[in-house]
């Protein structure tokens, strides 16, 4: 009998039943639910006529992270529990969504004793990064289309003094529309795009524009930076040394430089920073050492190139910040975000 089943065939989850597993990662299965027709919350039902449900199962977390040699609680315990990680999780996720159309709803958390099942609205296309796999690479208007939507996420996050620290296509979901004639991509010339299109990679007629709205997801490893309004580290009260004060605000340029990856690799198909051998990989990123690779990038603009510059910068102070980021002159070059009440 395979997990899968056994997860749908539980019986504790409150008020939904899980349809098919749609996504995993590291120590999560995400499924397709519905809304219980007898649901007790009928505003849910009438609003959500599906769900995802991201099921984690704490045996799974507990192994990693030795909760229960931890009987002994006690002072030196300086590891945060599973539980804790998974409330953190929650709290945040609830936090960030509220109030942002680019962030992927959160709709409720349930526990049980085996597991815990984080609620939240579906996004039916998948991940932005099958997206990439399916077209090859995007158009620089498909890329404007995406990343805009990304940085508006991040910019919520960020003046809510939250790090997300995990943006990679795979935490980038959408829903999918039509046609999107504004995000059209345009062939490039060292295509041929009828074989392109005989193998069924690219389609011209609805250019790939199947991507409509466009969320952040996966808060696993977010982290609050500032507290709200004051801008200073959370759980101080002034008494913070400048290096630590200049490094938390470092942290939020971590997200920057995960916008950079994601735009560079949308635009050509393959990250910035590749090795097989995962020594040589970090000291690449390390050295911050990528390049526009020939030919792939012949034909990206200057403005693209730039703005992947300046968000693949190695030092973080000189390194593009969100507001920055939102100013870029190719980014506003061309208005492709969907209209309001899509
Ligand atoms: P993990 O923390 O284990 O990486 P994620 O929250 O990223 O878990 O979810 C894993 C995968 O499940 C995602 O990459 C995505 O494919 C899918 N997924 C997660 N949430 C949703 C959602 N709200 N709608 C659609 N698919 C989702
Ligand atoms: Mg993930």
Redesign the pocket.
């Known amino acids: 009998e395979t997990p899968e089943k056994s997860f749908l065939e539980q019986k504790e989850l409150m008020g939904y039943r899980l349809i098919n597993k749609?996504?995993?990662?590291?120590?999560?299965k995400?499924f397709r639910a519905i809304p219980a027709k007898n649901s007790s919350n009928e505003f849910l039902s009438k609003n959500y006529k599906a769900v995802?449900i991201?099921v984690i199962k704490k045996a799974d977390l507990s192994s990693i992270n030795g909760d229960h040699h931890k009987k002994d609680k006690g002072k030196d315990s300086t590891k945060t529990s599973s539980r804790d990680q998974v409330l953190k999780e929650v709290a945040l996720h609830k936090t960030v969504s509220a109030g942002c159309s680019q962030i992927?709803a959160f709709i409720d958390f349930q526990e049980t004793d085996s597991y815990y099942y984080i609620i939240?609205?579906?996004?039916?296309g998948?991940?932005i990064f099958g997206e990439i796999v399916r077209l090859t690479y995007f158009s620089e208007d498909l890329s404007k289309h995406v990343i805009k939507q990304l940085a508006l996420a991040v910019k919520h996050m960020h003046s809510l003094g939250v790090v997300h620290r995990d943006i990679k296509p795979?935490?980038l979901?959408f829903e999918p529309i039509e046609f999107t004639p504004s995000v059209k991509p345009k062939f490039r010339k060292s295509d041929d795009p009828q074989t392109k299109a005989d193998e069924g990679i690219f389609t011209p007629e609805i250019g790939g524009g199947g991507i409509g709205i466009v969320k952040l997801?996966?808060f696993?490893l977010s982290k609050q930076i500032f507290s709200k309004n004051t801008k200073t580290p959370c759980g101080t009260v002034g008494y913070t040394a400048p290096e630590v004060v200049k490094d938390e605000h470092y942290s939020m340029k971590v997200d920057m430089w995960g916008i950079g990856c994601v735009l560079y690799t949308m635009l050509c198909g393959f990250p910035p920073f590749y090795d097989e051998k995962i020594d040589t990989l970090t000291e690449k990123i390390s050295r911050g050492e990528y390049t526009f690779l020939k030919p792939w990038w012949d034909e990206i603009s200057a403005g693209a190139k730039n703005a992947v510059a300046k968000l693949l910068e190695l030092e973080p102070s000189k390194r593009y910040d969100i507001d920055q980021f939102l100013n870029d002159p190719w980014l506003n070059s061309f208005d492709c975000l969907p209209k309001k009440g899509e």
């Open positions: 749609i996504g995993e990662g590291a120590f999560s995400v995802a991201k992927v939240q609205e579906l996004l039916t998948g991940e795979e935490n979901l997801a996966d696993g």
